[in-house]
């Protein structure tokens, strides 16, 4: 596809259940980028991978968050035992180069923790 | 810390008219700025960044550093122009991806 594209775009999640986020880059993209988004609120940076390196993950809220992306392609964003703060929509974002590059943004993925 | 903020979050303004978004900063160091821009039902995008000072869709921004603000501007306002805009700051040491984002605006443009 042209775009970054996320799945699943909706989920509904009973709080203490785990869930899955999926992010597939532009094609060729070597970075990339999580970001929470609450809602009314500025999208907040989670965690950046280089290929498959996670390089920064300072911005995981907790222990539950937990990023990977094993071949440098797709990734995926898990959280264990979700709880109602979690509700958000969750951002990947891709770009080209290493730094100093623009980055894609993704539709998003809503979730809500009920 | 390092902080964006956007003190409005609406601003309304009628077709034709200029428009400002305010966006102030707080960083300790050389700051990189951006500007994006959320359509409804699209996905947010950039618009300008400030090293490129540039005119995008009419729009411009300039960086200030006495008064740490990257106000973005528009002298004539359209409708097509109505969306969410969040100023944002690169953190990441030349990592322009790792951005801090403001709260972001939603700018309406009434016919």
């Known amino acids: 596809g042209a775009g970054v594209s996320q799945s699943p775009r909706y989920k509904v999640a009973k709080r203490g259940q785990d869930v899955a986020l999926r992010c597939d880059p532009i094609?060729?993209?070597?970075?990339l980028f999580w970001y929470q988004q609450a809602l009314g609120q500025g999208p907040e940076f989670l965690t950046y991978f280089q290929n498959e390196a996670q390089l920064d993950k300072s911005g995981l809220p907790s222990d539950r968050f937990f990023a990977e992306r094993p071949e440098g392609s797709v990734s995926t964003l898990k959280i264990q035992r979700t709880q109602q703060e979690d509700s958000a929509v969750y951002l990947c974002?891709?770009?080209?180069?290493?730094?100093?590059?623009?980055?894609?943004f993704g539709e998003g993925s809503w979730l809500t923790v009920v | 810390a390092q902080r964006v903020t956007q003190p409005e979050k609406l601003l309304s303004v009628f077709k034709g008219a200029p428009v400002e978004l305010k966006c102030n900063y707080s960083?300790?160091?050389?700051?990189?700025l951006f500007w994006y821009v959320q359509y409804s039902r699209q996905r947010l995008q950039l618009l300008l960044r400030h090293i490129s000072r540039e005119s995008i869709k009419g729009f411009t921004a300039d960086l200030n550093k006495g008064e740490t603000s990257f106000h973005l501007k528009k002298p004539f306002a359209q409708e097509e122009d109505s969306a969410m805009y969040y100023c944002a700051l690169s953190s990441g040491s030349g990592n322009t991806g790792k951005l801090i984002f403001g709260q972001g605006t939603t700018l309406q443009v009434k016919p």
């Open positions: 960083y300790s160091g050389s700051p990189e």
């Open positions: 094609s060729g993209h070597v970075s």
């Open positions: 974002a891709t770009g080209i180069g290493y730094s100093g590059n623009t980055i894609y």
